[in-house]
Each structure stands twice: as structure tokens, then as C-alpha cells.
């Protein structure tokens, strides 16, 4: 079985100020990790993605994502936030066998604030 | 590239009557499309897993004959709600996964829709 720890539903951060998001997992198989972000009433856009390989991760916006095993995390995080980035944001671990279905957290919605 | 769309983007019907959402990939053709549902403020829930040509294989409580879908070609997958009523009001989004052919995107990953907005009266 796998799970997915949000921690945090809401965080808000100053324009400019460091973006950190946490996501924390559990998976009895190496995992697959996902970050997407949604904006309101869309569907799910991609951010990042970890498979195999580099364990630091760059995707679209300006964002990143390190996977540490020994701390089982894939935190998000972004240099400095932009009034854009505001959304809901969904870190995701994929699961074993050709399904690769798909566990979400919680979520968690960043602010932006000028 | 991986483009997935829905359609209707937002469809109000009456309670008991049937809708059907349609969920293709324009640019890839894809094995295996999910189904999830939002509820408002909440994350995505897995419903179902379609994969082309044969029978979904629904996740626990969710019920077979009352959300219906058919996997018919490598780029389409169709969401029927049957009977619907006010507590299947929701937000319904698939995804699409590629079957790995040469040139496609990413066999690893779930390009989403943009999701259809249902609100049964």
C-alpha cells in the first residue's frame, strides 16, 4: 500500500519569498513521485516528476524537487514565489504493476500575497 | 504534446436522467485512462481504471452500474453517470496514460483533463 502526507493545507507566502511545499510517502516499492498543480475549476498540470535517477528534480515554473529516501520526502520548492504560482498543489506517488495507478495527498493551497 | 480533453466542460441535468463525459487524448494514444472525482477543497479520489478493450476495473465503492465506462478506442474513454441525483454532484476528471509507442509521451505519467463540473438537480 502506498500513501501520500501533505503537510500543510494552506501556506502563504510573500511575492518574491521562498516557496517550500512538503510531501512525505510510504511505499512498500521504489516509488514514482509526481507533483501537479491545479488551478480553479481545471484539471491537473504537471509540475515534476521522479522516477529513477537524480534524486533533484527540475520541472516547469521555476520549481524543484528533491527525493530523499532516508527521510521518504519529495518536497517542492520554488526561489521566489510569483503572484501566478497561487493554486492548489498535489504531490502524488504512483504504484507498482502496469495499472501505475496514481495516490494523491491532501493537497495543499498556496497563497501569494503582495 | 500529451494533451488530454474533456467534454462537456460543465453539463446541470435533472435528477434520474443519465450524463455522459467524454475524455480523449488528442496527441496520444492511450492504453489506460482513470477516472477521479473532487469534491470541493478535497483531492482526487480514483474511481475507476480503463484500459482499451476491455471491462473497467472499479475501486471499492463505487458502484459498477451506476458510473459506466467504456474504453472503445486508444483515444477515448466515456464517463456515464446513470440516474444521476444531487449527491453525484461533482467534479469529474480523467487522465490518460500512454501505451509506451515510440515518439509519445511518457508511459510513467498521468496527463490530466481539464475535468467536467456535474451538478444534478
Known amino acids: 500500500a502506498q500513501s501520500v502526507t501533505q503537510l500543510g493545507s494552506h501556506v502563504s507566502v510573500s511575492e518574491g519569498a521562498l516557496v517550500l511545499l512538503r510531501c512525505n510517502y510510504s511505499?512498500?516499492?521504489?516509488?514514482?513521485l509526481f507533483w501537479y498543480v491545479q488551478y480553479p475549476n481545471q484539471g491537473l498540470q504537471l509540475l515534476l516528476k521522479?522516477?529513477?535517477?537524480?534524486?533533484l528534480v527540475k520541472g516547469i515554473n521555476g520549481f524543484e524537487a528533491e527525493f530523499k529516501k532516508s527521510e521518504t520526502s519529495f518536497h517542492l520548492t520554488k526561489p521566489s514565489a510569483h503572484m501566478s504560482d497561487a493554486a492548489e498543489y498535489f504531490c502524488?506517488?504512483?504504484?507498482?504493476?502496469?495499472?501505475?495507478?496514481?495516490?494523491f495527498g491532501s493537497g495543499t493551497q498556496l497563497t501569494v500575497l503582495p | 504534446g500529451a494533451v488530454v480533453s474533456q467534454h462537456p466542460s460543465w453539463v446541470i441535468c435533472k435528477s434520474g436522467t443519465s450524463v455522459k463525459i467524454e475524455c480523449r487524448s488528442l496527441?496520444?494514444?492511450?492504453?489506460?485512462m482513470f477516472w477521479y472525482r473532487q469534491f470541493p477543497k478535497q483531492s482526487l479520489m480514483l474511481m475507476a481504471t480503463s484500459n482499451e478493450g476491455s471491462k473497467a476495473t472499479y475501486e471499492q465503492g463505487v458502484e459498477k452500474d451506476k458510473f459506466l465506462i467504456n474504453h472503445a478506442s486508444l483515444t477515448l474513454s466515456t464517463l456515464t453517470v446513470t440516474s444521476a441525483h444531487p449527491e453525484d454532484s461533482s467534479f469529474y476528471i480523467c487522465?490518460?496514460?500512454?501505451?509506451?509507442?515510440?515518439?509519445?509521451?511518457?508511459?510513467?505519467?498521468?496527463?490530466f483533463g481539464p475535468g467536467t463540473r456535474l451538478t444534478v438537480l
Open positions: 511505499s512498500s516499492v521504489p516509488p514514482y
Open positions: 487522465s490518460a496514460r500512454s501505451g509506451g509507442l515510440a515518439g509519445g509521451p511518457d508511459t510513467d505519467t498521468q496527463y
Open positions: 521522479y522516477t529513477t535517477g537524480a534524486t
Open positions: 502524488a506517488v504512483s504504484g507498482p504493476g502496469s495499472a501505475r495507478q496514481l495516490t
Open positions: 496527441d496520444f494514444q492511450a492504453t489506460t
